[in-house]
């Protein structure tokens, strides 16, 4: 079974720092690009980032490059999202999810089969 | 950016048929766009339902149906049911790995 479970949410200052973790199961991690979705309170889905199987590309929303990192470490099966220069518009429920193939490079394409629980970032002072 | 458009809310009788949309400021959807929908239900992790434009997944129920409609993408739900009420995003694929989530649709079984 498919288990991605996020962490490392919470309150954080205007111009601070976070980093998300999503902890991965049930697949090889190694074979699959990842994915971050976020979603403001009472308000729609936003693609934020997502990198390819082979680590070798990462692609943003415009919304966030620059500001925001994602990686991830196959000897831990864990996707993670560095986030900086946070702003009151980051705050939202990110979700992590798993896409269906290994190169978005190649596909050229993002989408999602697989999603977590979500985790809450809230930005305030 | 392209922007991806959705009926804001939907009803449907329990039992009744109901056809969400999904559009483009591009222009007319195509199989290209590789048309994804998912259902988020309150408080809940969205779900992925149909994949490029009328594909499903195992868990997907049976009364879900996609396809692409007069320029657009289209899910057909046939025979809804209550569990059925929820948020529905549908998601577009463009140049360049960069996806757009419609702005979702809220359908009510009533």
């Known amino acids: 079974e498919v288990q991605l479970v996020e962490s490392g949410g919470g309150l954080v200052q205007p111009g601070g720092s976070l980093r998300l973790s999503c902890a991965a199961s049930?697949?090889?991690?190694?074979?699959?690009?990842m994915s971050w979705v976020r979603q403001a309170p009472g308000r729609g889905l936003e693609w934020v980032s997502a990198?390819?199987?082979?680590?070798?590309?990462?692609y943003y929303a415009d919304s966030v490059k620059g500001r925001f990192t994602v990686s991830r470490d196959k000897s831990k099966n864990t996707l993670y999202l560095q986030m900086n220069s946070l702003r009151a518009d980051d705050t939202a429920i990110y979700y992590c999810?798993?896409?269906?193939?290994?190169?978005?490079?190649?596909?050229?394409?993002?989408?999602?089969?697989?999603w977590g629980q979500g985790i809450l970032v809230t930005v305030s002072s | 950016q392209a922007v991806v458009t959705q009926e804001p809310s939907l009803t449907v009788s329990p039992g009744g048929t109901v056809t969400l949309t999904c559009g483009s400021s591009?222009?007319?959807?195509?199989?290209?766009?590789?048309p994804y929908w998912f259902q988020q239900k309150p408080g809940q992790a969205p779900r992925t339902l149909i994949y490029?434009?009328?594909n499903k997944h195992s868990w997907t129920p049976a009364r879900f149906s996609g396809s692409l409609l007069g320029g657009k993408a289209a899910l057909t739900l046939s025979g809804a049911q209550p569990e059925d009420e929820a948020e529905y995003y549908c998601?577009?694929?463009?140049?360049?790995?960069?996806?757009?989530f419609g702005g979702g649709t809220k359908l009510t079984v009533l």
């Open positions: 999810a798993k896409v269906p193939w290994y190169s978005i490079a190649a596909a050229s394409r993002v989408a999602f089969d697989y």
């Open positions: 049930g697949f090889t991690f190694s074979s699959y690009a």
């Open positions: 990198i390819g199987g082979g680590d070798d590309s990462t």
């Open positions: 591009t222009g007319a959807v195509t199989s290209g766009h590789y």
């Open positions: 490029d434009t009328r």
């Open positions: 998601l577009l694929s463009y140049n360049g790995a960069r996806p757009v």
